[in-house]
């Protein structure tokens, strides 16, 4: 499936990616908070695949019709995705829909019972937050229609949280290029999101208007399979008179007392179906598959025995921070010998280094851009007020979960990632709120859900597996200049997204949006660090001990995977814990596992390569079902949910 090495021209493809990054960074955020729908909701963005899936079903065949020669090329197709691909972290969760509840929450929500005033504002800088009351009353409760929108409440604390994030944004792409050969070429990820894309992105043979993927029956039998449940679900929710066809099933009738009504509570174990998760899970290796629903289940049974023996001072949050720190360091031992070859080639002499000739850019560059964005961190940190010997620590989690989050990804295709705690949670928990201080305390509380531990749309999976598409497709990323377009896309993306935001969310008021993100991202993280300040805690002795345990038992498990080839379980699910994502996944990870199983049991590898064109229609077809019924909700109003988000 390698498009010739030679055939490099993708001028087209800039113009064509940058139309629809502006049409979705324009209505991506407001679909979600407007609880409309869904643009790109995970890590296989829904606005990506819709625009390649209109480029591969509607604009190649009319041009292959007018002339082959102006087909658009697999090398074309991979630009244009790559690019849409980074935009997709920058319009919703991955940062503009965190970013402006937590810059205007903390004048609109001071109360005097909250004793906000005495507590927040002496420790948070007021240039930090929106504090021009009349700006801050309109986000929240909508402007009259012609009042002039206030841009210039907004320009020092907008620009100040933008700077860090580009910060962030540069620093974890240059970590991705160090990074691609260890994942890519010597460790064998498995990139399962990308060898859906991989098929989407594949331009047809010279002559032909579909390639080899789309013209199998297979990948049509599931396809259209999607679009007959999802039209059934759509027309449902528009006429509730038509039968529906039921996704989610509840267990919480067959739990009803204590203490096995855990496994119906506080991420429940309720069965979610959606067919892209099986589609995807099958291009998982089985051990990453079983690991995902398995730990799930098993943290759940904890959780019954804590409330069996009413054990309240740990959860298995605490066992995750453990285990998601231990992951880290395993997966910097396994790079070790690579990153210490790139520090040989990019310091003095340059000798018995690694050669970058293939890599993204050279690494001497990304190891230049890694040193600004840290710099640039750190500076914008101390500028903030946050204590300066905190600030490594701080920075080191920020780089640790942004590297998690993208090995999540790349191993097990998980469309969205929760790493389950967030700075503020991990500091308290091991130091305290006395050590930290109140000025740091208040900092990491004021932007608790905008720093990433919800990462569903965070930019460094993205980036990673763009490379492994361009190398899929044995495209050279330099020559491509992919970090170049992405980084177009990006900026792209926050000018279009901020403009857009502020006229949709001043016109509806940000009180009448999901609730959630709106009125509870920026007023939860203060209020918890408030409370901290007035009752200071402690270190968390039995959390610090549960998160020993998950480091030794993510320990185990990592030494028994690289060890013994007979090991089932793969450390992932572990590290996942009871989070978001494996609550959404679980069930039609463990359907696909069985699946992907079954047949290899019966058919060998043969048949597993044969019908991998049904689970990719499965993934395919939900995709676009859940796009059009998305664009369709902008004139209802009705919502439409079809993917995990």
């Known amino acids: 499936m390698k498009e010739h090495r030679g055939e490099a021209r993708f001028a087209r493809a800039i113009p064509i990616a940058l139309s629809w990054i502006a049409v979705q960074s324009a209505i991506g955020g407001y679909m979600h908070g407007a609880s409309i729908g869904q643009l790109i909701a995970n890590h296989l963005p829904l606005g990506s695949v819709f625009f390649l899936l209109t480029l591969v079903f509607l604009v190649n065949p009319l041009l292959v019709r007018l002339s082959p020669r102006l087909r658009l090329t697999t090398t074309e197709l991979t630009v244009v995705w790559a690019m849409v691909c980074a935009a997709s972290a920058v319009p919703g969760y991955g940062l503009m829909e965190f970013l402006f509840p937590y810059l205007a929450a903390p004048l609109y929500f001071v109360t005097a019972e909250n004793q906000w005033a005495e507590v927040l504002f002496p420790n948070l800088r007021e240039w930090l937050y929106v504090n021009d009351p009349r700006a801050v009353r309109g986000f929240f409760e909508g402007i009259d229609a012609g009042t002039p929108l206030p841009w210039a409440a907004w320009t020092r604390p907008a620009a100040f949280a933008i700077a860090f994030w580009l910060a962030l944004f540069l620093g974890v792409g240059c970590w991705a290029v160090l990074l691609r050969r260890q994942w890519i070429d010597r460790e064998r990820y498995a990139f399962p999101l990308v060898q859906v894309a991989q098929r989407l992105t594949h331009s047809a043979p010279a002559g032909r208007a579909l390639n080899d993927t789309f013209r199998d029956r297979l990948f049509w039998v599931a396809f259209g399979a999607m679009l007959l449940v999802h039209t059934l679900r759509g027309v449902h929710r528009l006429y509730p008179a038509v039968p529906d066809f039921p996704v989610e099933f509840s267990i919480a009738r067959f739990f009803p007392h204590r203490p096995w009504n855990m496994l119906a509570t506080a991420w429940p174990l309720w069965p979610h179906l959606y067919f892209s998760v099986v589609g995807v899970t099958y291009f998982l290796h089985l051990d990453v598959a079983m690991s995902l629903w398995f730990f799930f289940a098993l943290y759940k049974l904890q959780q019954v025995f804590f409330s069996a023996f009413s054990i309240t001072a740990v959860n298995t949050q605490h066992q995750v921070m453990g285990a998601v720190v231990m992951l880290a360091l395993a997966s910097l031992w396994q790079a070790r010998r690579h990153l210490a070859s790139v520090l040989r080639t990019v310091g003095p002499g340059s000798t018995g280094g ?49 590297t998690v989050t993208a090995w999540y990804v790349s191993n097990a295709g998980l469309l969205l990632v929760n790493v389950g705690f967030s700075p503020y949670q991990f500091f308290t928990t091991l130091f305290g709120t006395r050590f930290v201080g109140p000025r740091n305390l208040v900092l990491m509380g004021f932007s608790r859900s905008s720093i990433p531990h919800w990462t569903a749309e965070s930019l460094m999976p993205y980036v990673m597996q763009n490379f492994r598409l361009a190398d899929m497709h044995g495209l050279p990323a330099r020559r491509l200049r992919l970090p170049l377009w992405m980084g177009v896309s990006v900026l792209v993306a926050i000018a279009v997204a901020f403009v857009s935001s ?11 949006l999901e609730p959630w993100v709106y009125a509870g991202v920026g007023r939860n993280g203060i209020a918890a660090a408030v409370r901290r300040i007035l009752n200071p805690a402690p270190p968390n002795v039995p959390g610090i001990l549960s998160a020993g345990l998950g480091a030794g038992v993510m320990g185990f498990l990592v030494v028994m995977r690289q060890r013994f080839l007979w090991w089932p379980l793969h450390p992932l699910g572990y590290a996942l814990g009871v989070t978001w994502a494996p609550f959404h996944l679980w069930f039609s990870t463990l359907v696909g596992w069985a699946l992907k199983a079954l047949i290899l049991a019966v058919g060998g590898f043969g048949m597993y390569r044969r019908w991998r064109p049904l689970f990719t229609g499965f993934v395919l077809g939900e995709y676009f079902m859940t796009a059009v019924w998305s664009l369709i909700g902008l004139k209802t109003r009705i919502a439409y949910w079809g993917l995990p988000h």
Do not use: K
């Open 354 to 402: 690694t050669a970058d000739g293939a890599e993204p850019m050279s690494y001497r560059v990304a190891v230049a851009g890694i040193v600004v964005s840290l710099m640039a961190m750190t500076f914008l940190c101390v500028l903030s007020g946050m204590s300066l010997w905190f600030t490594g620590p701080f920075l080191l989690l920020l780089w640790t979960l942004a």
């Open 502 to 512: 502020m006229h949709w969310i001043y016109g509806r008021g940000a009180l009448n």
